[in-house]
């Protein structure tokens, strides 16, 4: 299977997850990329008209991977920019997590996995799983549990 790991990072934590990923998903004999969801003016906190520079295409993968950090209680906003101008994501099995600072259920995690979801349905996405890691001391096993479990959503 031919599948994109499409994310957005500003400290990396969401791109060592992504790496992670990509290492599972490759050694079961799928072609697997990650793409960088960037920022125009550097990936960093930023106001309103936050602009992409040059978005990644999800055309060509069967299935994707997106995976960001969570900013403010909700997704990223650059994510939510970016998710919302991909065209299509008709029929692909698709997967999402966050990754964030705070250990508390309230402080954004479903919020900003919910975002993703609602976003990927509209687009026509048939939704397989989604996770959310919390970057504290357990989130080694909380990794390795997600990559697991992607690894079987997307097993060939
Ligand atoms: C502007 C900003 C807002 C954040 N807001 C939250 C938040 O509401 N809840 C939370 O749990 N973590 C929050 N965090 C922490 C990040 O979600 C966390 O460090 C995440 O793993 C960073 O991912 P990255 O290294 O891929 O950018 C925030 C971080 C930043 C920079």
């Not at 999800?58 to 209680?73: E, N, Q, R, S």
């Not at 996995?113 to 990927?120: A, F, N, P, W």
Request: proline share 3%; aromatic share 8%; charged share 25%.
């Amino acid at each position: 299977m031919k599948i994109g790991i499409v994310v957005h990072s500003q400290t990396g934590n969401t791109c060592e997850v992504a790496q992670k990923l990509w290492e599972k998903l490759s050694a079961s004999g799928n072609e697997v990329e990650i793409q960088r969801v960037k920022m125009m003016g550097g990936d960093k906190p930023q106001g309103k008209d936050i602009k992409i520079e040059n978005p990644p295409d999800v055309g060509k993968y069967d299935a994707l991977i997106f995976g960001a950090p969570v900013h403010a209680f909700s997704l990223a906003p650059a994510m939510k920019v970016y998710m919302e101008q991909v065209a299509s994501l008709q029929d692909k099995k698709v997967a999402c997590f966050v990754t964030k600072a705070m250990r508390f259920n309230w402080t954004g995690g479903t919020r900003a996995v919910g975002q993703m979801k609602g976003i990927c349905l509209n687009k026509g996405a048939v939704i397989s799983g989604t996770g959310i890691v919390v970057w504290n001391k357990q989130r080694d096993e909380k990794i390795a549990e997600m990559v697991e479990e992607f690894g079987r959503l997307f097993d060939l």
